[in-house]
């Protein structure tokens, strides 16, 4: 079979790792890390969007739950090169063929760290609330889902963290910030610049897991000293 | 839209389709690619990382290491490591698929294993060896047996996530289900793109439910003790 790059042709030097590449190529770089975030972001966000009615719907009945988790685990399931090609017939070159895909997978973890968050709330706090006269949508926004937050930020942290790494199959459709980037060397063959946009993806991993854990611990002083 | 279902029903009702024509491969010999590099992928991982693990439990210090590098694993893309492989020593074909679907499925067969043994409760392991049994039979005839649940968890997850990932391998020329999606995809012939796409989402969350099944099972057998 040919391939895209299936073609051959000289470079001077190609090394495995290289300082100069990085440096020379700052501004590449820069403008991959923002497209690279940007589309995480949005596939979590819109993840959220979706999570939080599904799980409270969760809550509603048993079988809405299992439903709704089952629902989750398929779409799960279903292969990010399969979703992501699906999506470019109707999308073309709108984000929404990458974020969607990926919002999708995100519910799985989403859904899942809500319900438990929303699970632990205990019932003396909610009785209490009610006992001051909060209706049942008050009850749940300015009671069950603040005391959910934490369960809810390690489950923002774990989506963001897999979605980084998801995001770089949308380079195959042109929509992966470094994912495009590691299609595009694959195509000029160019070892270099294939390793450092790996390495730059799991250093976003890296860094992300680090900031978001900040930001737990900051938005939920209540748990500090707490093991979280 | 109209002339695309079109497409996906005369994609799905021709026999060049399922049986290969003109020296393309049909479903057939796809799907048994598919099985090929993902049953491979799985029993190699199984090999590496069911030892590996249990060599770590034994020593007892692995604990932190184990965690942080199947962590840091979890956000290597396979996708670059795939396309490195293949523009690298390893050339295209099964090779770098089967590597880079061994490294991204040993994260949860290692750290399944590992945590089934080190969770066995030590009182269990000293009345064994007040029975007389060597560390060897300790491990051998307790610990690993005890572990079963838990390794079967991993081995789950990991034979789902090869499945699907293994879609991917078709980028670097080995064939599989994913071959619908590229060449469907290259020579934009949506309806062999959607036919895959169904094919490939069908089976993978088949196996899925077949997975959790025959967990359930084993489980049961081996009476879980400890939580997934």
């Known amino acids: ?228 | 839209m109209s002339s695309t279902w079109h497409q996906i029903g005369t994609w799905f009702t021709s026999r060049s389709s399922w049986l290969g024509a003109d020296g393309g491969a049909g479903v057939f010999r796809l799907l048994y690619q598919h099985v090929w590099i993902a049953g491979l992928s799985l029993v190699i991982t199984c090999a590496i990382g069911i030892p590996l693990a249990t060599l770590l439990a034994r020593w007892r210090r692995g604990g932190l290491v184990v965690t942080s590098i199947a962590n840091a694993a979890r956000s290597v893309p396979v996708v670059g490591v795939m396309l490195l492989l293949a523009v690298g020593p390893v050339g295209i074909g099964t090779e770098p698929a089967v590597i880079a679907l061994v490294i991204f499925a040993l994260p949860p067969i290692v750290t399944n294993t590992y945590t089934g043994i080190t969770d066995v409760d030590t009182e269990t392991t000293r009345a064994a060896v007040g029975m007389g049994m060597t560390r060897l039979q300790v491990l051998w005839r307790v610990e690993l047996p005890l572990a079963i649940p838990l390794i079967a968890t991993g081995v789950r997850l990991a034979a789902v996530q090869l499945w699907a990932t293994a879609t991917i391998a078709a980028i670097v020329g080995s064939g599989g289900l994913g071959q619908l999606i590229t060449v469907g995809y290259a020579t934009q012939y949506y309806g062999e793109v959607y036919g895959g796409v169904i094919l490939i989402a069908v089976t993978a969350i088949g196996l899925d439910a077949a997975m959790q099944r025959l967990q359930t099972v084993v489980r049961r057998r081996y009476g879980a003790v400890t939580n997934p």
């Open chain 1, 1 to 228: 079979m040919r391939l895209p790059g299936d073609f051959t042709f000289h470079k001077q030097s190609d090394p495995w790792l290289s300082w100069h590449y990085f440096t020379s190529n700052a501004h590449a770089i820069v403008s991959a890390t923002q497209t690279h975030v940007t589309l995480t972001l949005e596939s979590v966000a819109l993840g959220l969007l979706f999570a939080i009615p599904m799980a409270a719907l969760a809550r509603q009945r048993r079988w809405l739950r299992s439903l709704i988790l089952n629902l989750c685990t398929a779409v799960y399931a279903i292969p990010s090169l399969a979703f992501v090609v699906a999506m470019v017939k109707i999308f073309e070159l709108n984000s929404l063929t990458i974020v969607i895909p990926l919002a999708s997978y995100s519910l799985v973890i989403l859904v899942r760290n809500i319900l438990t968050g929303l699970d632990e709330v205990s019932g003396e706090a909610v009785d209490a609330a009610r006992g001051m006269g909060l209706s049942d949508k008050r009850t749940f926004f300015l009671v069950r889902l603040p005391m959910a937050l934490p369960t809810i930020m390690a489950g923002v942290r774990l989506a963001v963290v897999s979605t980084i790494e998801l995001v770089v199959i949308g380079g195959y459709v042109g929509q992966g910030g470094y994912g495009s980037k590691i299609f595009e060397a694959f195509s000029a063959r160019s070892h270099t610049e294939l390793t450092t946009y790996i390495l730059l993806t799991v250093l976003l991993a890296l860094v992300a897991d680090v900031v978001l854990l900040v930001a737990q611990r900051l938005l939920t002083p209540w748990r500090r000293g707490l093991a979280s």
